[in-house]
Protein backbone atom coordinates (compact mmCIF):
# COMPACT_ATOMS: atom_id res chain seq x y z
CA UNK A 1 0.00 0.00 0.00
CA UNK A 2 1.14 2.91 -0.85
CA UNK A 3 2.40 5.48 2.20
CA UNK A 4 -0.29 8.25 1.28
CA UNK A 5 -2.87 5.20 1.80
CA UNK A 6 -1.65 4.50 5.65
CA UNK A 7 -1.98 8.41 6.82
CA UNK A 8 -5.06 9.45 4.72
CA UNK A 9 -6.73 6.25 5.16
CA UNK A 10 -9.08 8.47 7.50
CA UNK A 11 -10.97 11.16 6.23
CA UNK A 12 -10.38 13.58 8.95
CA UNK A 13 -9.27 16.97 8.73
CA UNK A 14 -10.49 21.14 9.86
CA UNK A 15 -12.83 23.34 8.48
CA UNK A 16 -11.90 26.41 7.55
CA UNK A 17 -13.04 30.19 6.60
CA UNK A 18 -12.25 32.91 4.34
CA UNK A 19 -13.36 35.65 2.72
CA UNK A 20 -13.78 35.83 -1.24
CA UNK A 21 -16.00 38.45 -3.02
CA UNK A 22 -16.90 39.96 0.59
CA UNK A 23 -18.65 36.82 1.40
CA UNK A 24 -17.64 34.50 4.03
CA UNK A 25 -17.38 31.13 3.01
CA UNK A 26 -16.73 27.83 4.78
CA UNK A 27 -14.70 24.63 3.84
CA UNK A 28 -13.52 21.45 5.15
CA UNK A 29 -9.74 20.18 4.13
CA UNK A 30 -7.51 17.42 5.43
CA UNK A 31 -4.52 19.65 4.47
CA UNK A 32 -5.59 23.39 4.55
CA UNK A 33 -2.41 24.78 2.78
CA UNK A 34 -3.61 23.47 -0.38
CA UNK A 35 -7.01 24.62 0.29
CA UNK A 36 -5.52 27.86 0.97
CA UNK A 37 -3.22 27.98 -2.41
CA UNK A 38 -6.92 27.61 -4.09
CA UNK A 39 -9.10 29.95 -3.35
CA UNK A 40 -6.20 33.05 -2.62
CA UNK A 41 -5.34 32.13 -6.28
CA UNK A 42 -9.01 33.34 -6.96
CA UNK A 43 -8.61 36.53 -4.38
CA UNK A 44 -9.50 35.32 -1.46
CA UNK A 45 -8.43 36.81 1.98
CA UNK A 46 -8.64 36.34 5.60
CA UNK A 47 -8.38 32.67 5.68
CA UNK A 48 -8.33 30.79 8.81
CA UNK A 49 -9.23 27.37 11.10
CA UNK A 50 -12.43 27.09 12.46
CA UNK A 51 -12.45 23.46 14.61
CA UNK A 52 -9.94 20.86 15.82
CA UNK A 53 -9.56 18.12 13.82
CA UNK A 54 -13.00 16.35 13.20
CA UNK A 55 -14.06 13.42 10.81
CA UNK A 56 -15.39 13.92 7.86
CA UNK A 57 -19.09 12.53 8.27
CA UNK A 58 -19.43 15.53 11.41
CA UNK A 59 -17.36 18.18 9.17
CA UNK A 60 -20.08 17.26 6.37
CA UNK A 61 -22.92 17.94 9.03
CA UNK A 62 -21.50 21.10 10.10
CA UNK A 63 -21.05 22.45 6.80
CA UNK A 64 -24.33 21.26 5.07
CA UNK A 65 -25.78 23.18 8.19
CA UNK A 66 -23.83 26.42 7.69
CA UNK A 67 -24.39 26.27 3.63
CA UNK A 68 -28.85 26.30 5.07
CA UNK A 69 -28.18 29.04 7.02
CA UNK A 70 -26.33 31.34 4.71
CA UNK A 71 -22.63 31.98 6.23
CA UNK A 72 -22.08 34.98 3.87
CA UNK A 73 -24.55 36.57 6.19
CA UNK A 74 -22.50 36.04 9.04
CA UNK A 75 -19.63 37.38 10.67
CA UNK A 76 -16.83 34.62 11.53
CA UNK A 77 -17.80 34.88 15.34
CA UNK A 78 -21.36 34.55 14.33
CA UNK A 79 -20.01 31.85 12.47
CA UNK A 80 -17.82 30.50 14.98
CA UNK A 81 -21.11 30.80 17.32
CA UNK A 82 -23.42 28.61 15.13
CA UNK A 83 -20.77 26.17 14.77
CA UNK A 84 -20.64 25.82 18.43
CA UNK A 85 -24.49 25.16 18.78
CA UNK A 86 -24.48 22.53 15.74
CA UNK A 87 -21.43 21.11 16.91
CA UNK A 88 -22.37 20.78 20.84
CA UNK A 89 -23.95 17.24 20.06
CA UNK A 90 -20.61 15.50 19.04
CA UNK A 91 -19.12 16.92 22.27
CA UNK A 92 -16.55 19.76 19.47
CA UNK A 93 -15.66 23.36 20.39
CA UNK A 94 -14.15 26.03 17.94
CA UNK A 95 -11.65 28.50 18.10
CA UNK A 96 -9.92 30.75 15.49
CA UNK A 97 -5.98 29.40 14.46
CA UNK A 98 -4.06 30.60 12.06
CA UNK A 99 -4.13 28.52 8.78
CA UNK A 100 -0.92 26.59 7.45
CA UNK A 101 0.75 28.50 4.70
CA UNK A 102 -0.78 28.22 1.10
CA UNK A 103 0.47 25.32 -1.09
CA UNK A 104 1.16 24.62 -5.21
CA UNK A 105 -1.73 22.61 -6.68
CA UNK A 106 -0.51 19.11 -8.05
CA UNK A 107 0.52 18.65 -11.47
CA UNK A 108 -2.31 18.79 -14.40
CA UNK A 109 -1.06 15.70 -16.22
CA UNK A 110 -1.51 13.96 -12.88
CA UNK A 111 -5.24 16.18 -12.69
CA UNK A 112 -6.03 14.43 -15.76
CA UNK A 113 -5.53 11.12 -15.17
CA UNK A 114 -7.36 10.61 -11.77
CA UNK A 115 -10.12 12.36 -13.83
CA UNK A 116 -9.90 9.49 -16.16
CA UNK A 117 -10.03 6.72 -13.64
CA UNK A 118 -12.52 8.17 -11.36
CA UNK A 119 -15.28 9.14 -14.22
CA UNK A 120 -18.34 7.65 -13.90
CA UNK A 121 -17.37 5.53 -10.19
CA UNK A 122 -17.83 6.44 -6.57
CA UNK A 123 -14.83 4.98 -4.98
CA UNK A 124 -12.47 4.84 -1.82
CA UNK A 125 -8.86 6.21 -2.16
CA UNK A 126 -7.39 3.16 -2.02
CA UNK A 127 -10.10 1.73 -4.86
CA UNK A 128 -8.76 4.88 -7.14
CA UNK A 129 -5.30 3.89 -6.31
CA UNK A 130 -5.85 0.79 -7.13
CA UNK A 131 -7.66 1.78 -10.77
CA UNK A 132 -4.42 3.81 -11.74
CA UNK A 133 -2.04 1.47 -11.27
CA UNK A 134 -4.65 -1.34 -13.38
CA UNK A 135 -4.73 1.14 -15.93
CA UNK A 136 -0.77 1.51 -15.95
CA UNK A 137 -0.84 5.46 -14.47
CA UNK A 138 1.20 7.06 -12.02
CA UNK A 139 0.90 9.82 -9.66
CA UNK A 140 3.97 11.66 -7.81
CA UNK A 141 1.81 13.93 -5.92
CA UNK A 142 0.08 12.76 -3.07
CA UNK A 143 -3.40 11.07 -3.88
CA UNK A 144 -5.73 12.65 -1.36
CA UNK A 145 -4.37 16.29 -2.71
CA UNK A 146 -5.05 15.46 -6.50
CA UNK A 147 -8.83 14.16 -4.98
CA UNK A 148 -9.07 17.10 -3.25
CA UNK A 149 -8.03 19.52 -5.70
CA UNK A 150 -10.90 18.10 -8.47
CA UNK A 151 -12.98 18.78 -5.36
CA UNK A 152 -12.16 22.13 -5.15
CA UNK A 153 -12.40 23.18 -8.76
CA UNK A 154 -15.93 21.27 -9.12
CA UNK A 155 -15.01 18.05 -10.87
CA UNK A 156 -15.63 15.40 -8.20
CA UNK A 157 -17.82 15.04 -5.05
CA UNK A 158 -16.49 14.54 -1.77
CA UNK A 159 -18.78 12.66 0.63
CA UNK A 160 -18.47 10.86 3.98
CA UNK A 161 -19.15 7.19 3.06
CA UNK A 162 -21.09 7.24 6.27
CA UNK A 163 -22.42 11.05 6.15
CA UNK A 164 -25.37 12.25 8.70
CA UNK A 165 -29.42 13.89 7.27
CA UNK A 166 -29.86 17.37 8.20
CA UNK A 167 -31.64 15.89 11.38
CA UNK A 168 -28.18 14.39 12.26
CA UNK A 169 -28.97 10.62 11.48
CA UNK A 170 -26.80 8.46 9.93
CA UNK A 171 -27.20 6.77 6.62
CA UNK A 172 -24.52 5.68 4.09
CA UNK A 173 -23.57 7.41 0.94
CA UNK A 174 -22.51 4.58 -0.57
CA UNK A 175 -25.55 1.77 -0.68
CA UNK A 176 -28.18 4.45 0.89
CA UNK A 177 -28.91 1.78 3.60
CA UNK A 178 -30.27 3.35 7.01
CA UNK A 179 -30.86 0.20 8.81
CA UNK A 180 -27.46 -1.77 9.23
CA UNK A 181 -25.70 1.07 10.67
CA UNK A 182 -23.31 0.55 13.82
CA UNK A 183 -21.75 3.46 16.19
CA UNK A 184 -18.25 2.56 16.89
CA UNK A 185 -15.70 4.04 18.95
CA UNK A 186 -13.52 4.75 15.70
CA UNK A 187 -9.62 3.73 16.21
CA UNK A 188 -8.50 5.27 13.37
CA UNK A 189 -10.85 9.20 13.75
CA UNK A 190 -11.04 8.17 17.88
CA UNK A 191 -14.23 9.96 17.49
CA UNK A 192 -17.04 8.66 19.36
CA UNK A 193 -19.50 9.50 16.52
CA UNK A 194 -18.07 7.19 14.06
CA UNK A 195 -20.85 4.78 12.12
CA UNK A 196 -19.96 1.92 10.28
CA UNK A 197 -22.51 0.10 7.49
CA UNK A 198 -22.99 -3.28 7.90
CA UNK A 199 -25.23 -3.37 4.44
CA UNK A 200 -22.23 -3.22 2.00
CA UNK A 201 -19.40 -4.73 3.67
CA UNK A 202 -18.64 -7.32 1.26
CA UNK A 203 -17.71 -4.09 -0.53
CA UNK A 204 -15.15 -2.84 2.06
CA UNK A 205 -15.82 -0.71 5.47
CA UNK A 206 -17.57 2.63 4.41
CA UNK A 207 -18.02 4.10 7.70
CA UNK A 208 -17.95 8.36 8.89
CA UNK A 209 -14.28 9.06 8.38
CA UNK A 210 -13.69 7.38 5.23
CA UNK A 211 -13.84 9.22 2.18
CA UNK A 212 -15.76 8.49 -1.04
CA UNK A 213 -15.16 10.12 -4.23
CA UNK A 214 -17.75 10.52 -6.54
CA UNK A 215 -17.05 11.73 -10.74
CA UNK A 216 -20.00 12.05 -12.99
CA UNK A 217 -19.12 9.80 -16.10
CA UNK A 218 -17.76 11.98 -18.80
CA UNK A 219 -19.37 11.53 -22.62
CA UNK A 220 -17.13 9.63 -25.23
CA UNK A 221 -17.50 9.75 -28.94
CA UNK A 222 -17.42 6.17 -30.01
CA UNK A 223 -19.87 5.41 -32.18
CA UNK A 224 -20.61 2.10 -33.45
CA UNK A 225 -22.75 1.27 -36.47
CA UNK A 226 -22.61 -3.09 -35.10
CA UNK A 227 -25.11 -5.58 -36.17
CA UNK A 228 -25.04 -8.35 -33.64
CA UNK A 229 -23.41 -11.61 -34.60
CA UNK A 230 -26.24 -14.99 -33.78
CA UNK A 231 -25.38 -18.39 -33.61
CA UNK A 232 -28.98 -18.72 -34.62
CA UNK A 233 -31.67 -16.94 -36.56
CA UNK A 234 -33.95 -15.14 -34.13
CA UNK A 235 -37.67 -16.77 -34.27
CA UNK A 236 -40.63 -14.31 -35.27
CA UNK A 237 -41.41 -13.11 -31.62
CA UNK A 238 -38.28 -12.53 -30.61
CA UNK A 239 -37.73 -10.54 -33.83
CA UNK A 240 -40.23 -8.44 -32.98
CA UNK A 241 -39.04 -8.31 -29.31
CA UNK A 242 -35.76 -7.11 -30.60
CA UNK A 243 -36.85 -4.58 -32.89
CA UNK A 244 -38.94 -2.71 -30.26
CA UNK A 245 -36.27 -2.87 -27.99
CA UNK A 246 -33.94 -1.33 -30.41
CA UNK A 247 -36.45 1.35 -31.16
CA UNK A 248 -36.76 2.22 -27.49
CA UNK A 249 -33.28 2.73 -27.38
CA UNK A 250 -33.23 4.45 -31.04
CA UNK A 251 -36.51 7.30 -30.08
CA UNK A 252 -34.85 7.97 -26.56
CA UNK A 253 -38.44 8.93 -25.26
CA UNK A 254 -38.95 6.93 -22.33
CA UNK A 255 -36.60 6.39 -19.58
CA UNK A 256 -37.79 2.94 -18.92
CA UNK A 257 -39.07 -0.32 -20.39
CA UNK A 258 -39.80 -3.53 -19.81
CA UNK A 259 -39.43 -6.98 -21.78
CA UNK A 260 -41.93 -9.53 -20.53
CA UNK A 261 -41.02 -12.67 -21.65
CA UNK A 262 -42.22 -16.10 -21.10
CA UNK A 263 -39.40 -18.23 -19.31
CA UNK A 264 -36.79 -20.04 -21.89
CA UNK A 265 -38.03 -17.14 -24.89
CA UNK A 266 -34.49 -15.86 -25.55
CA UNK A 267 -34.69 -12.41 -23.91
CA UNK A 268 -31.15 -11.95 -23.95
CA UNK A 269 -31.23 -11.83 -27.72
CA UNK A 270 -33.65 -9.51 -27.56
CA UNK A 271 -31.49 -7.18 -25.35
CA UNK A 272 -29.38 -7.26 -27.94
CA UNK A 273 -31.37 -4.93 -30.56
CA UNK A 274 -31.04 -2.16 -27.65
CA UNK A 275 -27.00 -2.41 -27.02
CA UNK A 276 -26.78 -2.16 -30.76
CA UNK A 277 -28.71 1.05 -31.31
CA UNK A 278 -27.58 2.59 -27.61
CA UNK A 279 -23.69 1.86 -29.18
CA UNK A 280 -24.97 3.52 -32.87
CA UNK A 281 -25.02 6.57 -30.43
CA UNK A 282 -21.91 6.42 -28.53
CA UNK A 283 -23.95 5.56 -25.71
CA UNK A 284 -22.39 3.55 -22.58
CA UNK A 285 -24.01 0.21 -21.39
CA UNK A 286 -24.40 -1.69 -18.34
CA UNK A 287 -25.65 -5.29 -18.63
CA UNK A 288 -26.55 -6.30 -14.97
CA UNK A 289 -27.77 -9.37 -13.19
CA UNK A 290 -28.72 -9.98 -9.52
CA UNK A 291 -27.18 -13.50 -10.12
CA UNK A 292 -23.25 -14.03 -10.57
CA UNK A 293 -24.07 -17.58 -12.29
CA UNK A 294 -25.96 -15.06 -15.10
CA UNK A 295 -22.94 -12.51 -15.69
CA UNK A 296 -20.57 -15.43 -16.10
CA UNK A 297 -22.92 -17.12 -18.67
CA UNK A 298 -23.88 -13.37 -20.74
CA UNK A 299 -20.33 -12.69 -20.62
CA UNK A 300 -19.01 -14.97 -23.22
CA UNK A 301 -22.17 -14.45 -25.48
CA UNK A 302 -21.56 -10.42 -24.98
CA UNK A 303 -18.33 -10.85 -26.43
CA UNK A 304 -19.27 -13.05 -29.60
CA UNK A 305 -22.06 -11.35 -30.52
CA UNK A 306 -20.14 -7.45 -30.19
CA UNK A 307 -16.74 -8.39 -31.67
CA UNK A 308 -14.73 -5.26 -31.61
CA UNK A 309 -16.47 -3.68 -28.54
CA UNK A 310 -14.78 -2.55 -25.08
CA UNK A 311 -16.47 -5.02 -22.90
CA UNK A 312 -15.83 -5.89 -19.54
CA UNK A 313 -17.06 -8.38 -16.53
CA UNK A 314 -17.18 -7.44 -12.94
CA UNK A 315 -18.58 -9.49 -10.35
CA UNK A 316 -17.04 -10.88 -6.71
CA UNK A 317 -14.08 -13.20 -8.74
CA UNK A 318 -12.91 -10.84 -11.10
CA UNK A 319 -9.26 -9.43 -10.42
CA UNK A 320 -9.52 -6.67 -12.29
CA UNK A 321 -12.17 -4.25 -10.82
CA UNK A 322 -11.60 -0.81 -13.25
CA UNK A 323 -10.96 -1.60 -16.72
CA UNK A 324 -12.45 0.38 -19.32
CA UNK A 325 -15.23 -0.66 -21.63
CA UNK A 326 -17.90 0.55 -23.84
CA UNK A 327 -20.51 -2.30 -22.23
CA UNK A 328 -19.98 -3.42 -18.64
CA UNK A 329 -21.60 -6.56 -17.17
CA UNK A 330 -21.37 -7.17 -13.54
CA UNK A 331 -23.57 -7.86 -10.75
CA UNK A 332 -25.44 -5.96 -8.96
CA UNK A 333 -23.82 -5.46 -6.24
CA UNK A 334 -20.36 -4.23 -8.60
CA UNK A 335 -23.22 -1.65 -9.13
CA UNK A 336 -22.44 0.03 -6.43
CA UNK A 337 -18.78 1.50 -7.42
CA UNK A 338 -20.35 3.46 -9.93
CA UNK A 339 -22.19 7.06 -10.58
CA UNK A 340 -23.91 8.58 -13.44
CA UNK A 341 -21.85 6.52 -15.72
CA UNK A 342 -24.47 4.77 -18.13
CA UNK A 343 -26.65 5.63 -20.48
CA UNK A 344 -28.47 2.26 -21.11
CA UNK A 345 -29.07 -0.22 -17.98
CA UNK A 346 -30.07 -3.85 -18.83
CA UNK A 347 -31.44 -5.04 -15.95
CA UNK A 348 -31.88 -8.86 -16.18
CA UNK A 349 -33.44 -11.25 -13.91
CA UNK A 350 -34.99 -8.05 -12.03
CA UNK A 351 -37.04 -10.26 -9.66
CA UNK A 352 -34.47 -12.66 -8.39
CA UNK A 353 -32.57 -12.67 -5.16
CA UNK A 354 -30.90 -10.64 -3.50
CA UNK A 355 -32.56 -7.70 -5.66
CA UNK A 356 -35.92 -8.14 -4.58
CA UNK A 357 -36.25 -6.55 -1.46
CA UNK A 358 -33.27 -5.10 -1.37
CA UNK A 359 -33.73 -1.10 -1.75
CA UNK A 360 -29.72 -0.44 -1.63
CA UNK A 361 -29.38 -2.14 -4.65
CA UNK A 362 -31.94 -0.24 -6.52
CA UNK A 363 -30.10 2.87 -4.94
CA UNK A 364 -27.10 1.89 -6.70
CA UNK A 365 -28.98 1.24 -10.20
CA UNK A 366 -30.59 4.61 -9.87
CA UNK A 367 -27.52 5.70 -9.10
CA UNK A 368 -24.93 4.43 -11.96
CA UNK A 369 -27.03 6.09 -14.78
CA UNK A 370 -26.87 9.37 -16.35
CA UNK A 371 -29.78 11.95 -15.34
CA UNK A 372 -31.27 11.08 -18.62
CA UNK A 373 -30.37 7.25 -18.85
CA UNK A 374 -32.42 4.35 -19.79
CA UNK A 375 -33.31 0.71 -18.25
CA UNK A 376 -34.59 -2.14 -20.43
CA UNK A 377 -35.87 -4.34 -17.61
CA UNK A 378 -35.72 -8.16 -18.59
CA UNK A 379 -37.79 -10.71 -16.71
CA UNK A 380 -40.34 -13.56 -17.21
CA UNK A 381 -41.87 -12.59 -13.37
CA UNK A 382 -41.94 -8.76 -13.26
CA UNK A 383 -42.46 -7.70 -9.75
CA UNK A 384 -45.73 -6.10 -8.37
CA UNK A 385 -44.41 -2.50 -8.91
CA UNK A 386 -43.46 -3.46 -12.15
CA UNK A 387 -47.07 -4.91 -12.88
CA UNK A 388 -48.72 -1.94 -11.62
CA UNK A 389 -46.88 0.31 -13.83
CA UNK A 390 -47.38 -1.83 -17.55
CA UNK A 391 -51.23 -2.13 -15.88
CA UNK A 392 -51.24 2.12 -15.41
CA UNK A 393 -49.42 2.76 -18.72
CA UNK A 394 -46.94 4.15 -17.06
CA UNK A 395 -44.39 1.72 -17.95
CA UNK A 396 -43.86 0.45 -22.16
CA UNK A 397 -44.15 -3.55 -22.24
CA UNK A 398 -42.68 -5.56 -24.78
CA UNK A 399 -44.12 -8.95 -25.02
CA UNK A 400 -42.29 -11.99 -25.67
CA UNK A 401 -44.84 -15.07 -25.59
CA UNK A 402 -43.63 -17.73 -27.08
CA UNK A 403 -40.41 -19.85 -27.33
CA UNK A 404 -37.90 -20.09 -29.75
CA UNK A 405 -39.48 -23.49 -30.97
CA UNK A 406 -43.07 -22.67 -31.30
CA UNK A 407 -44.97 -24.79 -29.09
CA UNK A 408 -47.08 -23.97 -26.40
CA UNK A 409 -45.48 -23.31 -22.69
CA UNK A 410 -46.91 -26.44 -20.81
CA UNK A 411 -49.78 -25.54 -18.80
CA UNK A 412 -50.16 -26.48 -15.22
CA UNK A 413 -52.21 -29.32 -13.89
CA UNK A 414 -53.46 -28.43 -10.75
CA UNK A 415 -54.24 -31.66 -8.36
CA UNK A 416 -55.83 -30.89 -4.75
CA UNK A 417 -54.95 -33.96 -2.58
CA UNK A 418 -56.91 -33.59 1.25
CA UNK A 419 -54.27 -34.35 3.80
CA UNK A 420 -51.49 -34.28 1.68
CA UNK A 421 -48.02 -35.24 4.15
CA UNK A 422 -45.06 -36.60 3.21
CA UNK A 423 -45.15 -40.64 4.84
CA UNK A 424 -41.95 -42.03 5.16
CA UNK A 425 -42.94 -45.53 3.65
CA UNK A 426 -46.36 -44.96 3.05
CA UNK A 427 -47.95 -44.99 -0.42
CA UNK A 428 -48.07 -42.07 -2.53
CA UNK A 429 -51.47 -40.91 -3.69
CA UNK A 430 -52.53 -42.21 -6.98
CA UNK A 431 -52.34 -38.40 -9.31
CA UNK A 432 -48.22 -38.96 -7.88
CA UNK A 433 -47.84 -42.39 -8.69
CA UNK A 434 -49.55 -41.96 -12.09
CA UNK A 435 -47.22 -38.82 -13.32
CA UNK A 436 -44.15 -40.67 -11.90
CA UNK A 437 -45.11 -43.51 -14.19
CA UNK A 438 -45.81 -41.53 -17.27
CA UNK A 439 -42.54 -39.35 -16.90
CA UNK A 440 -40.39 -42.08 -16.45
CA UNK A 441 -42.07 -44.44 -18.71
CA UNK A 442 -43.73 -43.54 -21.27
CA UNK A 443 -41.90 -39.81 -21.26
CA UNK A 444 -38.05 -41.18 -20.91
CA UNK A 445 -37.91 -37.63 -19.00
CA UNK A 446 -36.80 -36.87 -15.56
CA UNK A 447 -38.45 -34.99 -13.00
CA UNK A 448 -37.83 -32.25 -10.44
CA UNK A 449 -39.60 -32.19 -7.92
CA UNK A 450 -40.11 -29.12 -5.63
CA UNK A 451 -41.32 -28.76 -1.95
CA UNK A 452 -40.95 -25.75 0.31
CA UNK A 453 -38.83 -26.10 3.11
CA UNK A 454 -35.34 -27.72 3.74
CA UNK A 455 -36.75 -30.52 6.04
CA UNK A 456 -39.12 -31.36 3.52
CA UNK A 457 -36.03 -32.54 0.98
CA UNK A 458 -34.77 -35.86 2.35
CA UNK A 459 -38.37 -36.93 3.88
CA UNK A 460 -39.71 -36.51 0.11
CA UNK A 461 -36.91 -38.65 -1.00
CA UNK A 462 -36.97 -40.99 1.34
CA UNK A 463 -41.06 -41.16 0.89
CA UNK A 464 -40.05 -41.53 -2.96
CA UNK A 465 -37.26 -44.25 -2.48
CA UNK A 466 -40.09 -46.72 -1.03
CA UNK A 467 -42.40 -46.33 -3.67
CA UNK A 468 -39.42 -46.86 -6.37
CA UNK A 469 -37.98 -49.37 -4.18
CA UNK A 470 -34.77 -47.98 -4.98
CA UNK A 471 -32.77 -45.68 -3.53
CA UNK A 472 -30.43 -44.89 -6.75
CA UNK A 473 -33.26 -43.22 -8.71
CA UNK A 474 -33.92 -40.15 -6.06
CA UNK A 475 -31.72 -37.63 -4.87
CA UNK A 476 -31.97 -33.96 -2.96
CA UNK A 477 -30.35 -31.15 -2.54
CA UNK A 478 -30.76 -27.59 -1.27
CA UNK A 479 -29.15 -23.86 -1.41
CA UNK A 480 -26.43 -24.94 1.97
CA UNK A 481 -26.18 -28.91 0.91
CA UNK A 482 -22.87 -30.02 1.09
CA UNK A 483 -23.10 -32.05 -1.96
CA UNK A 484 -25.48 -29.94 -4.16
CA UNK A 485 -23.12 -29.24 -7.24
CA UNK A 486 -22.28 -32.74 -7.46
CA UNK A 487 -26.10 -33.98 -7.21
CA UNK A 488 -27.02 -31.04 -9.70
CA UNK A 489 -24.18 -32.19 -12.13
CA UNK A 490 -25.16 -35.89 -11.74
CA UNK A 491 -28.64 -35.10 -12.56
CA UNK A 492 -27.72 -32.90 -15.50
CA UNK A 493 -25.65 -35.82 -17.15
CA UNK A 494 -28.94 -38.27 -16.38
CA UNK A 495 -27.35 -40.43 -13.53
CA UNK A 496 -30.61 -40.57 -12.16
CA UNK A 497 -34.63 -39.46 -12.92
CA UNK A 498 -35.61 -37.74 -9.66
CA UNK A 499 -34.44 -34.63 -7.81
CA UNK A 500 -36.01 -33.62 -4.97
CA UNK A 501 -35.02 -29.54 -4.33
CA UNK A 502 -36.93 -26.25 -3.40
CA UNK A 503 -36.64 -23.37 -4.89
CA UNK A 504 -32.70 -22.61 -5.27
CA UNK A 505 -33.36 -24.59 -8.33
CA UNK A 506 -35.91 -22.39 -9.78
CA UNK A 507 -33.39 -20.66 -12.40
CA UNK A 508 -31.05 -21.36 -14.50
CA UNK A 509 -32.14 -24.96 -15.04
CA UNK A 510 -32.33 -26.05 -18.77
CA UNK A 511 -32.89 -30.08 -19.51
CA UNK A 512 -33.48 -31.93 -22.19
CA UNK A 513 -36.89 -33.88 -21.11
CA UNK A 514 -37.84 -32.91 -18.04
CA UNK A 515 -41.17 -32.85 -16.21
CA UNK A 516 -42.20 -30.94 -12.84
CA UNK A 517 -43.73 -31.46 -9.66
CA UNK A 518 -44.15 -29.19 -7.31
CA UNK A 519 -45.57 -30.44 -3.86
CA UNK A 520 -47.67 -28.55 -1.16
CA UNK A 521 -47.69 -25.95 -3.97
CA UNK A 522 -50.44 -23.89 -1.84
CA UNK A 523 -47.30 -22.96 0.38
CA UNK A 524 -48.35 -19.58 -0.60
CA UNK A 525 -45.26 -17.94 1.51
CA UNK A 526 -42.49 -19.18 -0.46
CA UNK A 527 -44.87 -20.42 -3.98
CA UNK A 528 -45.59 -17.25 -4.75
CA UNK A 529 -47.45 -16.75 -8.24
CA UNK A 530 -44.15 -15.70 -9.81
CA UNK A 531 -42.58 -18.55 -8.15
CA UNK A 532 -44.35 -21.16 -9.57
CA UNK A 533 -44.34 -19.39 -13.03
CA UNK A 534 -40.61 -20.31 -12.75
CA UNK A 535 -40.76 -23.28 -11.50
CA UNK A 536 -43.19 -24.44 -14.53
CA UNK A 537 -40.91 -22.63 -16.86
CA UNK A 538 -38.50 -25.29 -15.94
CA UNK A 539 -40.37 -28.33 -18.59
CA UNK A 540 -40.42 -27.52 -22.05
CA UNK A 541 -38.10 -25.94 -23.19
CA UNK A 542 -36.39 -28.27 -25.48
CA UNK A 543 -37.13 -28.44 -28.97
CA UNK A 544 -37.08 -32.44 -28.89
CA UNK A 545 -39.94 -32.74 -25.41
CA UNK A 546 -41.84 -29.44 -26.11
CA UNK A 547 -44.88 -31.38 -24.69
CA UNK A 548 -43.92 -31.43 -21.01
CA UNK A 549 -45.80 -31.84 -17.99
CA UNK A 550 -46.08 -29.85 -14.92
CA UNK A 551 -48.16 -30.89 -12.09
CA UNK A 552 -49.25 -28.80 -8.87
CA UNK A 553 -49.88 -31.03 -5.77
CA UNK A 554 -51.73 -29.30 -2.89
CA UNK A 555 -54.29 -29.31 0.15
CA UNK A 556 -56.37 -26.54 -1.31
CA UNK A 557 -56.05 -24.53 -5.05
CA UNK A 558 -54.51 -21.32 -3.54
CA UNK A 559 -54.67 -17.82 -4.89
CA UNK A 560 -51.43 -18.16 -6.35
CA UNK A 561 -51.71 -21.37 -8.16
CA UNK A 562 -54.67 -20.46 -10.12
CA UNK A 563 -52.85 -16.84 -11.29
CA UNK A 564 -49.92 -18.79 -12.23
CA UNK A 565 -51.78 -20.99 -14.37
CA UNK A 566 -53.77 -18.38 -15.97
CA UNK A 567 -50.72 -16.06 -16.61
CA UNK A 568 -49.04 -18.90 -18.19
CA UNK A 569 -52.56 -19.48 -20.27
CA UNK A 570 -52.69 -15.81 -21.28
CA UNK A 571 -49.46 -15.39 -22.70
CA UNK A 572 -50.25 -18.93 -24.59
CA UNK A 573 -53.46 -17.23 -25.96
CA UNK A 574 -51.17 -13.72 -27.00
CA UNK A 575 -48.81 -16.01 -28.64
CA UNK A 576 -51.60 -18.11 -30.57
CA UNK A 577 -53.16 -14.92 -31.37
CA UNK A 578 -49.78 -13.22 -32.86
CA UNK A 579 -49.58 -16.29 -35.17
CA UNK A 580 -45.94 -17.22 -32.67
CA UNK A 581 -47.43 -20.92 -31.93
CA UNK A 582 -47.84 -24.14 -34.09
CA UNK A 583 -49.93 -27.17 -32.90
CA UNK A 584 -47.56 -30.69 -31.19
CA UNK A 585 -47.48 -33.02 -33.05
Given amino acids: MPPFLNKVFCGQGYLYFFILGGRLRVGFSHRPGLDRGFWEARGAISFGLLSPQVNLGVAQFLLDKVSSRGPGQLSPYGLKCKLEEWGRHFGLSFSFKPAAPALPSPLEEELKFVRNVLSGRLLFLEEVDRALRENGLRVKSGLPDILQYLYLQGECELWPAVGFDRQGLPFCRRCGGREKLVRTGCGACNSRFCYVC ?267 RGFFGDEDRVRGCYAASAQREEVLASFRRGDF ?66 EALETIRRFNRMAWEKGFLKAYK
Fill in 198 to 464: EGCLELGEARSCRALYARAGARKNFRRNVTPRLSFPLHPAQREAYERAAEFVAKGQKPRCLVWAVCGAGKTEVAYGAIAAALAQGREILYTSPRREVVKEIYPRLKEAFPGVEIAVLHGETSLKFPPAELTVATVHQVLRFYQRFDLVVLDEVDAFPLTGDPRLYFALERCRRPCGQVLYLTATPTPELRAGVRRGTLPVIYLPARYHGYPLPEPELIVIRNLGVKVGGRLPLPLQRFLELSLVADRAQVMVFVPTVELVQDTVDWL
Fill in 497 to 562: PVLVTTTVMERGVTLRRLNVLVLFADHRYVFDENTLIQLAGRAGRALEYPRARVLFVAGKISPEMA
